[in-house]
């Protein structure tokens, strides 16, 4: 069996697995780590989405053996140590504040397409629109868009 090597989360990983496997299978079912979830395993509902090199991605459409060695993938279980600041990361705090969360299940790949869309627009040199937030892909079966949008807005403001 092939090994494959990234990191994940500030560590350096080795697993033992076929090169077609998919990294949401590799970081659920291998390494234990269930903050990206499972939803359509075809790249459409966005419930997986974490970060590959500070981009948002969704692990369900990569096989792992396409991974470098230098990849570094973060999920919302590492989003924290990313922000330099004290306490959450804001976009965390913002999600508690205005208490978006209903069943819960959409919500880590909600907010990692929220950190990811604001550093997006930031290297572009702008804040964050409404037509922005209309682009978003993460469906959310309990609704909570509206609450979704007001918290990504609150979490933009105070990521400076
Ligand atoms: S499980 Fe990855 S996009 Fe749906
Ligand atoms: S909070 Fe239930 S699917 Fe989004």
């Not at 702008?126 to 979704?148: A, H, M, P, W």
């Amino acid at each position: 069996m092939p090994k494959q090597t990234f990191i994940l989360n500030g560590k350096t990983v080795t697993v033992n697995v076929r090169d077609d496997v998919r990294v949401l299978w590799v970081l659920r079912d291998i390494l234990g780590v269930t903050g990206p979830k499972y939803g359509c395993g075809i790249n459409v509902c966005k419930a997986c989405t974490s970060h590959i090199n500070g981009k948002a991605f969704n692990p369900c459409s990569v096989k792992v053996g396409d991974l470098k060695k230098k990849d570094r993938i973060t999920t919302i279980e590492g989003l924290d140590e990313t922000w330099p600041g004290p306490g959450l990361h804001p976009m965390q705090q913002a999600w508690i504040d205005r208490d978006v969360a209903q069943c819960g299940y959409c919500q880590p790949g909600q907010i990692m397409e929220a950190v990811a869309l604001v550093k997006r627009v930031r290297r572009q040199g702008r804040e964050i629109r409404d037509s922005d937030l209309d682009k978003i892909r993460n469906i959310c079966r309990c609704g909570t868009y509206v609450r979704i949008r007001e918290a990504i807005e609150q979490g933009a403001r105070k990521m400076r």
